[in-house]
């Protein structure tokens, strides 16, 4: 173990002076012949595979071992991918460099042009899973990559809203700090980009957390003053305005929706309390309208009849003959245009 990290420390020496970078890595053998190497700018094309990215290949040998040198690279930090395709590309019309597929697999990495980079296998066969770098933002991605897999498993735990709440306060803070300890604005890029995705359960949190945190302000100054005038400082800044925007909108949206309901419910209750009234005063009219149609000796019948007296109990009541009474009732239906006492009781109910 000690002669290897000398013979690496060695090579570096060697390449440090000359302005050299040199990617070293192994693969197993079925994984593919062809590893890819990719540049990338635009940090919103992390996930997949672009052919516009690549920039050079080369090919293993007989045990999986792969090399990439050469003095074309920036001399700042940058965003690479290395990438190996193990679908036999004439088993199907679209190339597998457009995307990725079950057999492909790929590594993030930050290098510059004097980088001496290993990409070993794990202890389980697993390709791409350790960088031994000069750099030591190299492996940065790696570690990020591990947290988010942590927070996943953390948001899948139980699927409700507060849980949801809890652990986008927890992870989008976690996760910052972590970026920020790591002084290295390419990797925090990397972690806004996961946090930002439209896509993602966290993207309404993250419009939230956008016009409160200072955070993301503070990020965009870090790049401009580590990675000024690049297009990921531009992207950056171009897309928190942008976002910033539209958090502001939705929240003002919202204030307004919230005043707006308000408002229809208070009308809606104005409304049913003036129908309620405007119904009342209808019935109040309309029973008014069948009372003067009536004698006053008619109207205390009536009084009579919907207390539920009989013709002999209105007799004593009023000190008339029940024959009178009788009389009177007959002078009733005629009037209302009823044929029974219940008719009167209900036609006068109902204006009640």
Same mark, same amino acid.
């Given at each position: 173990?000690?002669?290897?990290?000398?013979?690496?420390?060695?090579?570096?020496?060697?390449?440090?002076?000359?302005?050299?970078?040199?990617?070293? =890595?192994?693969?197993?053998?079925?994984?593919?012949?062809?590893?890819?190497?990719?540049?990338?700018?635009?940090?919103?094309?992390?996930?997949?595979?672009?052919?516009?990215?690549?920039?050079?290949?080369?090919?293993?040998?007989?045990?999986?071992?792969?090399?990439?040198?050469?003095?074309?690279?920036?001399?700042?930090?940058?965003?690479?991918?290395?990438?190996?395709? =193990?679908?036999?590309?004439?088993?199907?019309?679209?190339?597998?460099?457009?995307?990725?597929?079950?057999?492909?697999?790929?590594?993030?990495?930050?290098?510059?042009?004097?980088?001496?980079?290993?990409?070993?296998?794990?202890?389980? =066969?697993?390709?791409?899973?350790?960088?031994?770098?000069?750099?030591?933002?190299?492996?940065?991605?790696?570690?990020?990559?591990?947290?988010?897999?942590?927070?996943?498993?953390?948001?899948?735990?139980?699927?409700?809203?507060?849980?949801?709440?809890?652990?986008?306060?927890?992870?989008?803070?976690?996760?910052?700090?972590? =970026?920020?300890?790591?002084?290295?604005?390419?990797?925090?890029?990397?972690?806004?980009?996961?946090?930002?995705?439209?896509?993602?359960?966290?993207?309404?949190?993250?419009?939230?957390?956008?016009?409160?945190?200072?955070?993301?302000?503070?990020?965009?100054?870090?790049?401009?003053?580590?990675?000024?005038?690049?297009?990921?400082?531009?992207?950056?800044?171009?897309?928190?305005?942008?976002?910033?925007?539209?958090?502001?909108?939705?929240?003002?949206?919202?204030?307004?929706?919230?005043?707006?309901?308000?408002?229809?419910?208070?009308?809606?209750?104005?409304?049913?309390?003036?129908?309620?009234?405007?119904?009342?005063?209808?019935?109040?009219?309309?029973?008014?309208?069948?009372?003067?149609?009536?004698?006053?000796?008619?109207?205390?019948?009536?009084?009579?009849?919907?207390?539920?007296?009989?013709?002999?109990?209105?007799?004593?009541?009023?000190?008339?003959?029940?024959?009178?009474?009788?009389?009177?009732?007959?002078?009733?239906?005629?009037?209302?245009?009823?044929?029974?006492?219940?008719?009167?009781?209900?036609?006068?109910?109902?204006?009640?």
């Amino acid at each position: 173990m000690s002669t290897r990290i000398l013979f690496f420390l060695i090579c570096f020496t060697i390449l440090k002076s000359q302005g050299q970078y040199r990617f070293d =890595g192994h693969i197993n053998p079925d994984e593919g012949k062809t590893v890819y190497l990719s540049y990338i700018e635009d940090y919103r094309k992390f996930s997949r595979i672009y052919t516009d990215q690549i920039i050079r290949k080369t090919e293993t040998d007989s045990l999986g071992r792969f090399s990439f040198q050469g003095t074309n690279l920036p001399e700042e930090n940058r965003i690479y991918r290395l990438h190996v395709d =193990g679908c036999e590309m004439e088993s199907t019309k679209n190339p597998h460099v457009l995307g990725v597929c079950d057999f492909s697999q790929s590594v993030l990495f930050i290098a510059n042009n004097t980088d001496t980079l290993n990409f070993s296998k794990s202890a389980y =066969g697993q390709t791409f899973c350790q960088i031994v770098s000069t750099n030591p933002s190299s492996d940065n991605f790696l570690e990020i990559a591990t947290l988010k897999e942590e927070m996943i498993v953390d948001f899948n735990d139980f699927n409700s809203e507060a849980n949801k709440k809890i652990n986008s306060e927890k992870w989008f803070a976690n996760l910052q700090n972590f =970026g920020t300890g790591l002084h290295e604005p390419l990797a925090e890029l990397f972690i806004y980009d996961f946090l930002s995705d439209r896509r993602n359960e966290t993207y309404p949190y993250y419009l939230k957390d956008l016009n409160e945190n200072p955070y993301y302000g503070n990020l965009l100054e870090r790049l401009k003053k580590v990675y000024p005038e690049t297009s990921y400082t531009q992207l950056y800044e171009n897309e928190i305005d942008l976002d910033k925007q539209i958090a502001s909108n939705k929240g003002a949206s919202l204030f307004t929706w919230k005043w707006i309901l308000a408002f229809a419910l208070l009308l809606s209750l104005l409304l049913n309390i003036y129908l309620l009234m405007k119904k009342r005063q209808s019935r109040e009219m309309a029973k008014k309208g069948i009372l003067e149609k009536l004698t006053h000796q008619e109207q205390k019948i009536v009084d009579e009849i919907l207390k539920e007296k009989t013709n002999k109990e209105i007799a004593t009541d009023l000190f008339i003959s029940v024959s009178t009474v009788k009389t009177h009732i007959n002078n009733l239906y005629k009037k209302l245009d009823v044929s029974k006492r219940d008719d009167i009781k209900g036609l006068f109910e109902n204006q009640n």
